[in-house]
């Protein structure tokens, strides 16, 4: 099972090669997320309605290695934006993937940008 | 640059590198550690739990990448072979060499083996790593798969033994514990605290044979099938776990020819110093005292004394008297045992309470001058523990009637002796991480920590084994109340009121979206504990169904699924008092077929249906909505079922038609939002065949109407409900159970039961009966109209979803494909299927 988590990497704003037009933005849910399918990835993207701000992750949990994180809840730990894994509530931050309430590995996060009504993921390949 | 090699990579071992970066800049020092096993440092402490979730990665102390960010390079699945102290090199098997300044021995200790004939067959285990859990389980799978009724024996009956036969418990077989002492731990517990102990775990199904000396494992073709005993008596069982002791793994020492014991162990001194002064030697392998300590605090105790001694910090010595009290629980009985449990008659005497209906003991060892306390025994309810073991470790003066400290202050004006800020400040409240009294409470007082988790993320007290936490939070809450600061039960950082205050705030200001809530009352953008409890108030409220604002509900009600281990969903359609036409069960059966789920029938007398893809729950549901099913709400925090017996109908023995009662009370109530589940029974007579007071409300029929019992539980602290009304007729009980559960809907904490809820209500049923019966609130109307309200909005949610076209996309697991989840699989189990295991 390694290799499922190998596949998501942080990707950072000046490493995006690819900027994949996934979807309208009126397709996410106002403050939740969905997810979307890029090749073989599955990415957890987040609308902060009430910030007017987008995130993009991993969909894995990396606690159950299960593709769940889109259907977390979301919100703010002092400032850091964050999303609870459905399964266990284990909280990361959508800033930098860090585990805020235990000492898992962090998880992957994309650049996302709005264009046109549309969300776009940033991808190195 | 100096370099430091570690051999061993326990719990210890992981110890030593973690105080040792905490404590000097990594770039003086260079920290090369072995492990044996695969894995990196695991907590074996807790390794039962494993065979709860099989989540290897749960117990990790630190993952992989936490050793390359503080440059310690972990060398896993290899074995140190040679020590050469002379060139201050050691060799690993395959042939490579290390140099070293200094070395530290964490190697630990190997289960004891016991020269039993026969012990070497297939079926034998001992019970240490992961590995031989993940073996053991193996086996009880094929065990069970010949013999469902399988046994297993645990051969010890101490600490470990007894957490084995928990772990072969937790595999489905039935445990047999076989001690050579005539009582368990025989360490911790004297003989009547020993029995106290065995009659609980043997309520749990666990068979103690004491005074039993194993003389060979019997079985045919190399697998063991039967053990027997000295007096030749026999036992046959399907598989044996060794619990026999350890053995310290100082093999490496002994072939460098440092200092050993006669019977094992790395001989160290008080800076935990072996015979080579830059060689330690830590944990479980080395002997202090002429003793091996198998506990983590001494083991934590040596790790840091070893990091300040290589650090040159001479002055900080191993303690000389070792404290080896523990706190454990075993299958949910509480054990504890603390200082010397035994007490000569020379040094004192035991003061003893015992309570064998309840499963109570509690010992207190006192000096003959009473003044100090000198050790004791807590089976059964071990609340106490944190406090008496401070009483001890500090040396505190007892009261004039020591017995107080286990019988509670008696008769008026008794002295409350035992708060938390009775202790001196040295007083190690965590033990795990050395954490005192004086530091928690000073981190307050000098602003540095103002909760909970500053304190824990300041000091890291509580992050060991979390015993400390109940005192922690004790002091925590004193300091700050000493400070005249409000300790309050705040929902979150996001809202600083307690859910009763919200409540209030969103009914008076008829607050209806969690927007508006925050901008009213709240701050930030809310978090996994505010959203679903707003949600949740404003369904008690309005009865608004999860669909109107899906972004604040838990996932199970965002998708009005239950999810799965594997992210799959379960469906359970309503049905009424658990009664079904043959019509009804054969949809079930055909939704069931049609997309492939796992049935099972529930304890609520209903069906779910497992497995069952995101994507897949709206058909799913068209379907049953067809043929005349409702949402049965087994995802929410809502009324479940209300059971029933089949009662007058068909029974001859029958009062009442306790279905048609039943039914009645789940469809009034239905769809029903509260904080937490609510469960109904409804019995048709006082043989109580639906176990109604096992529920938060339960209705018995008797001569001249029903029983009305509220506020009962199954679960992990079961209860009995109460008895709130007599001989009433069914009007007046569903008036009574509108005011009661409108009542507890307004008032109870967020996930707190009738049963918890009615514990912590001033004058507890009594009171209640005032409220709901005799209405001494004037609040009854009030109640009765908020339900009736709650009753006429209810709609069913399923329906919402299926005939609304834009509820129904949020089913989609793709927002841009139409595709399912293809990391989700399943493997087969007795003729159906079950999520793979993920590893």
Not at chain 2, 10 to 32: H, Q, S
Not at chain 2, 70 to 92: G, P
Request: hydrophobic share 35%; charged share 25%; net charge negative.
């Amino acid at each position: 099972m390694e290799s499922i988590l190998e596949k998501y990497s942080k990707v950072d704003n000046s490493e995006v090669k690819i900027w994949f037009k996934a979807a309208m933005v009126t397709d996410f849910p106002e403050n939740g997320g969905a997810c979307v399918k890029y090749k073989d990835k599955q990415i957890a993207v987040f609308n902060f309605k009430r910030k007017n701000s987008w995130y993009a992750c991993q969909n894995l949990c990396p606690h159950t290695l299960e593709m769940i994180l889109s259907r977390g809840m979301i919100g703010d730990d002092e400032g850091i934006p964050k999303v609870a894994s459905p399964m266990y509530k284990k909280t990361f931050s959508l800033e930098t993937g860090e585990n805020l309430n235990g000492d898992l590995e962090a998880i992957a996060t994309y650049p996302i940008k709005i264009e046109n009504n549309f969300v776009y993921i940033g991808f190195s390949e | 640059m100096k370099t430091i090699i570690v051999v061993g990579n326990g719990m210890v071992g992981y110890k030593f590198c973690e105080k040792f970066i905490a404590k000097t800049p990594k770039t003086n020092f260079k920290l090369i550690v072995f492990g044996n096993e695969a894995r990196p440092a695991y907590d074996r402490v807790h390794l039962s739990a494993f065979f709860e979730n099989q989540d290897a990665k749960s117990l990790e102390l630190a993952p992989r990448d936490w050793y390359t960010k503080n440059n310690i390079e972990l060398i896993t699945n290899e074995r140190v072979s040679d020590i050469h102290r002379k060139s201050k090199t050691i060799t690993t098997v395959s042939d490579k060499q290390f140099s070293y300044d200094y070395l530290v021995l964490a190697t630990g200790s190997t289960p004891f083996v016991p020269p039993i004939k026969g012990i070497e067959k297939d079926g034998v285990f001992v019970y240490r790593t992961i590995e031989d859990l993940e073996a053991m389980l193996a086996y009880a799978e094929k065990i069970k798969s010949i013999n469902p009724k399988g046994k297993a024996a645990v051969l010890g009956g101490g600490l470990l033994g007894l957490e084995a036969a928990k772990a072969v418990r937790d595999m489905g077989l039935e445990p047999h514990v076989l001690e050579f002492a005539p009582k368990l731990m025989p360490r911790q517990l004297d003989e009547r605290s020993s029995d106290m102990l065995q009659n609980k775990l043997e309520s749990l199904g666990i068979t103690i044979h004491l005074n039993k000396a194993t003389s060979q494992i019997l079985g045919e073709n190399g697998f063991i099938a039967g053990i027997e005993f000295n007096n030749e008596e026999k036992l046959a069982v399907d598989m044996l776990v060794v619990s026999a002791g350890i053995r310290p793994c100082d093999e490496l020492a002994k072939t460098c020819n440092l200092e050993t014991g006669i019977r094992g162990g790395v001989v160290v001194n008080q800076k935990m110093q072996t015979s080579d002064p830059e060689i330690f030697a830590i944990g479980e392998v080395a002997l202090y005292n002429e003793m091996i300590y198998g506990l983590v605090a001494p083991g934590y105790e040596m790790a840091d004394v070893a990091v300040e001694q290589i650090l040159g910090n001479e002055e900080i010595l191993m303690s000389a008297k070792i404290d080896m009290s523990t706190k454990l629980k075993l299958i949910g009985v509480d054990v504890a045992s603390f200082g010397d449990p035994f007490v000569s008659p020379d040094e004192g005497h035991a003061i003893v309470f015992e309570n064998k209906a309840k499963g109570l003991y509690k010992r207190i060892n006192v000096s003959h001058d009473g003044k100090s306390l000198l050790g004791g025994i807590l089976v059964g309810d071990a609340e106490d523990y944190n406090m008496l073991h401070q009483i001890y470790l500090n040396g505190m003066t007892l009261p004039e009637n020591s017995e107080d400290l286990i019988l509670g202050a008696r008769g008026e004006g008794g002295a409350s002796f035992g708060s938390a800020m009775d202790l001196p400040d040295t007083a190690q409240i965590c033990s795990c991480e050395s954490v005192s009294k004086g530091s928690i409470c000073n981190s307050i007082t000098n602003g540095t920590c103002n909760n909970l988790k500053d304190i824990v993320s300041h000091t890291k007290a509580t992050t060991g084994c979390g015993g400390c936490k109940p005192m922690v939070v004790d002091l925590i809450n004193e300091t700050l109340k000493s400070l005249g600061k409000e300790v309050k039960e705040n929902i979150c950082d996001h809202f600083d009121y307690t859910r009763q205050e919200l409540f209030g705030i969103v009914k008076i200001k008829k607050i209806r979206t969690f927007n508006k809530a925050l901008d009213v009352c709240g701050k930030g953008d809310g978090c996994e504990i505010c959203k679903p409890l707003v949600a949740s108030i404003f369904a008690s409220i309005y009865n608004d169904t999860p669909n109107k604002e899906t972004s604040i509900q838990d996932s199970n009600d965002r998708f009005l699924a239950n999810i799965q281990r594997n992210g799959t969903y379960s469906v359970v359609p309503r049905i009424p008092g658990g009664e079904i036409t043959p019509e009804k069960l054969i949809v079930i059966g055909e939704v069931g077929k049609k997309y492939n789920l796992y049935t099972k029938i529930t304890g609520g007398q209903r069906i779910d249906l497992f497995g069952a893809h995101l994507n897949d729950l709206p058909a799913i549901w068209e379907e049953l909505i067809d043929a005349g099913f409702e949402s049965g709400h087994a995802y929410g925090k809502s009324l479940r079922t209300v059971k029933s017996c089949v009662g007058s109908a068909w029974c001859r023995y029958g009062m009442d038609d306790s279905v048609s009662f039943a039914i009645k009370l789940e469809n009034r109530y239905k769809g029903l939002r509260s904080p937490h589940k609510i469960k109904g029974g409804v019995s048709g007579c006082i043989r109580e065949c639906a176990e109604a007071r096992g529920k938060d409300f339960g209705v018995i029929a008797v001569d001249g109407g029903y029983n009305l019992y509220v506020c009962g539980n199954g679960g992990a602290t079961p209860k009995h409900a109460l008895l709130l009304a007599e001989q009433i007729d069914g009007d007046m009980c569903l008036k009574y159970l509108d005011r009661f559960l409108m009542y507890y809907i307004r008032t109870a904490a967020p996930l707190m039961r009738t049963a918890a809820w009615l514990d912590k209500l001033e004058g507890g049923i009594e009171q209640l009966k005032k409220i709901v019966v005799e209405d001494s609130l004037q609040i009854a109307k009030e109640l009765e109209k908020e339900m009736q309200g709650l009753v006429d909005a209810y709609e069913c949610e399923w329906k919402q979803a299926i005939e609304n076209k834009e509820i129904k996309t949020r089913f989609k697991h793709f927002v841009n494909v139409d595709d399912k989840d293809d990391n989700i699989a399943f493997v087969p189990m007795r003729e159906q299927k079950i999520p793979e295991l993920r590893q």
